[in-house]
């Protein structure tokens, strides 16, 4: 019961929490909440006091109850008793996380890597401070583990029920560039896309030093990882030579059922794109580690065992896109790989043949190939960022966009490799220190294909079947 004491009305029994009325102030009631010792600033005024903005005493009482409600879990959440809004929260933590994307650790990495670093800032921006900050009107210090709870559920239904059902393109920045995609609104995000939004959450507690709430772990499961068997690879590179063909003159638009370049500038977009599923093919590179690639990472000085030219590529520990220093590796391609490498330097140092159809080279005539060069690169030597919209178009045009319901993408390629090695009898060892994995991993996503290869010894005829497949690929 509040009991009232010289003007003063007492709401807390050990006298924590009291509010004042002033004449003076038009009898406009303040809230006077004290301390704990440790907080005081100064220890002759060891109070907070806020105004509480109305006459009425009832709601001066709730209002009251509500402010120390709130700085009490504050207190507790935090150990201070500021108050700092979400965004200003996140951009502390983004303006202290960009300068180290630059700073090199002892391993000569970035301390904070480029790709988490862009992560992040999409998750806050696109999904946490709309939701903690606008939904739900919260501080770092008063989300809740109900709060985070409620945060999954309108995550998953962003794009279907959420905010963003009427949304149809995603702008994003790559290499200075506004860039835009289609929405995928036909499913629930993947739940390791969830999980990075709270991988960025996490981060924003710790630096802060706020004390996380409890949060319910994102279980990432290892789906099926669409890929390509044979006949379907097979499928792709042919559609991939022959899109990069210039239709003729009087010539139909598509040959074979896959559509022809209707110009030379679409043509060696494409040879480029044929000379990447080749690369991508035949070394399981990550799609990013190959697009991260230089010169110097390549030595083409290599002689193998039966006297034939071959390449090793060299990712480093200070690669861009690896996903940790432990990944750095020497890769040692298939033939398919060098095959795809060899027609990239012919396309860069003698250009698109026959020149009577495109006219020059594809780099700009004052640009020299240097160790220092990107190997995939736009004609003014800047780095291609990806083949991901051109890879898309090839799938589409190939009959080949899905498997098990799942779309393919540049990843797939990498999956592939990984089939196409485990069939062939290659040990599980040798493969994943070629991509840059674990046995374990391996085990885990490709158990029946390796399954597979232990269910029977290789037979002459699959052997066969397999080298003639090849054959025409690399030989075309």
Request: hydrophobic share 35%.
């Amino acid at each position: 019961m509040a009991v009232a004491e010289s003007g003063v009305v007492v709401l807390d029994p050990e006298g924590a929490l009291r509010i004042y009325s002033r004449k003076d102030r038009g009898g406009t009631w303040t809230a006077k909440i004290t301390l704990p010792m440790e907080l005081r600033r100064n220890p002759r005024n060891p109070y907070v006091k806020k105004d509480l903005g109305t006459t009425n005493r009832d709601e001066a009482v709730r209002k009251a109850w509500d402010e120390f409600n709130r700085l009490t879990h504050r207190i507790k959440a935090t150990g201070t008793i500021s108050t700092v809004t979400l965004p200003d929260r996140v951009k502390a933590y983004l303006d202290w996380a960009e300068p180290r994307t630059k700073l090199m650790g002892r391993d000569n990495r970035p301390i904070f890597k480029v790709q988490e670093f862009k992560k992040q800032s999409t998750s806050f921006t696109r999904y946490l401070i709309p939701y903690f900050e606008k939904v739900k009107a919260r501080t770092l210090e008063t989300i809740t583990s109900e709060d985070i709870a409620e945060f999954r559920e309108w995550r998953l239904a962003y794009y279907i029920t959420g905010p963003g059902r009427d949304q149809d393109v995603i702008e994003y920045q790559r290499g200075g560039k506004t860039l835009k995609r289609p929405v995928r609104k036909s499913s629930q995000p993947a739940s390791s896309t969830v999980a990075k939004d709270f991988v960025a959450l996490k981060a924003l507690f710790k630096f802060h030093k706020v004390k996380l709430p409890d949060i319910a772990p994102v279980r990432v499961r290892p789906g099926v990882r669409p890929g390509f068997d044979d006949d379907e690879f097979q499928q792709l590179f042919i559609a991939a030579r022959i899109r990069s063909r210039i239709r003729k003159k009087n010539e139909s638009e598509t040959f074979r059922d896959f559509h022809l370049a209707l110009d030379p500038i679409v043509a060696v977009k494409r040879r480029l794109l044929l000379c990447f599923v080749m690369f991508m093919a035949g070394t399981g590179l990550r799609p990013q580690e190959v697009m991260w690639l230089k010169f110097e990472n390549i030595r083409d000085d290599v002689v193998d065992q039966d006297g034939n030219t071959s390449i090793r590529i060299i990712v480093q520990p200070n690669h861009p896109a690896l996903k940790h220093h432990t990944h750095a590796r020497t890769v040692v391609p298939t033939p398919l790989a060098v095959r795809g490498y060899r027609h990239l330097l012919n396309l860069y140092v003698h250009g698109f043949k026959p020149e009577s159809m495109f006219g020059k080279r594809y780099l700009n005539p004052d640009l020299k190939i240097t160790k220092q060069s990107w190997i995939w690169m736009h004609p003014t030597g800047e780095r291609i960022a990806s083949f991901d919209g051109g890879f898309d178009e090839l799938l589409e045009d190939a009959g080949l966009l899905r498997q098990f319901g799942e779309k393919r993408s540049p990843y797939s390629l990498r999956h592939y490799y990984a089939t196409d090695r485990i069939l062939a009898g290659i040990p599980l060892s040798f493969i994943a220190d070629n991509m840059g994995t674990s046995e374990a991993m391996l085990r885990s996503h490709y158990k029946h294909t390796i399954a597979e290869m232990h269910s029977r010894p290789l037979s002459q005829e699959r052997e066969k079947r397999r080298t003639s497949v090849f054959d025409r690929i690399v030989g075309s």
